[in-house]
């Protein structure tokens, strides 16, 4: 039986990332903006790949509620046809006795009709509810984009990077992630273990970007 997503129950913020940066009153974001233009990243960039982040857990969020409107229309389902088990057997049993001394069902077929229509209603549920969480792609995109540009090392012409701007270590680049990320309101899902957990999948991609930009250097 499909089992109730229990982060539902704490609603993400999925307000426009603008209105989240102007109600926030702190230097937090001013501070991050400075950081990450020092790295190498505009804040234009950083912005247009959070906002592209708030779309995708946008979709993330409502395949979760999908599903669970799903897995509870299955419970509601079970417990139905468990509660009308009396009544389908008797609606499949009940006989009559005819002029002729033979028996007939009452109700005909309509007992195992409902008890048909009900189960196949649940079996059709049941296999679009797949097992497990849905995938956080969403944040292994946003990592794999910002983790790809602090440590990758310089872009191929000087002036599209600041003056001292130096490859970030790893731990550095997830230190920044995160802190970024839970601004952006994404602290309940985001945490530093899943961060690196994405960086030594797509390392091959750093390392082929870095060698990529220092061959264009050269």
Avoid at 175 to 195: D, P
């Amino acid at each position: 039986m499909a089992r109730k997503i229990k982060r539902l129950s704490e609603r993400w913020d999925s307000r426009d990332l603008h209105e989240v940066i102007q109600e926030d009153s702190s230097e937090d974001w001013s501070e991050a903006f400075a950081w990450w233009q020092h790295a190498g990243v505009a804040a234009e960039t950083l912005l247009a790949v959070l906002e592209k982040i708030r779309v995708e857990r946008m979709r993330y969020e409502e395949e979760l509620q999908g599903r669970d409107t799903r897995a509870r229309n299955i419970r509601e389902a079970q417990k139905a046809l468990k509660e009308a088990a009396s009544l389908i057997r008797f609606l499949k049993t009940q006989e009559s006795l005819n002029d002729d001394g033979s028996r007939e069902l009452v109700f005909g077929q309509l007992g195992e009709q409902i008890e048909r229509a009900v189960q196949s209603y649940i079996d059709n549920l049941s296999r679009i509810v797949p097992r497990g969480r849905p995938s956080d792609l969403w944040l292994g995109q946003c990592v794999g984009l910002l983790a790809i540009e602090l440590m990758s090392g310089p872009l191929p012409k000087a002036r599209a990077r600041p003056r001292g701007v130096v490859r970030q270590s790893e731990k550095s680049t997830i230190r920044a992630i995160a802190h970024v990320l839970n601004l952006a309101g994404h602290g309940e899902l985001v945490t530093r273990e899943k961060i690196r957990h994405v960086i030594r999948k797509i390392r091959p991609a750093i390392e082929k970007r870095r060698e990529g930009r220092m061959k264009a250097k050269v």
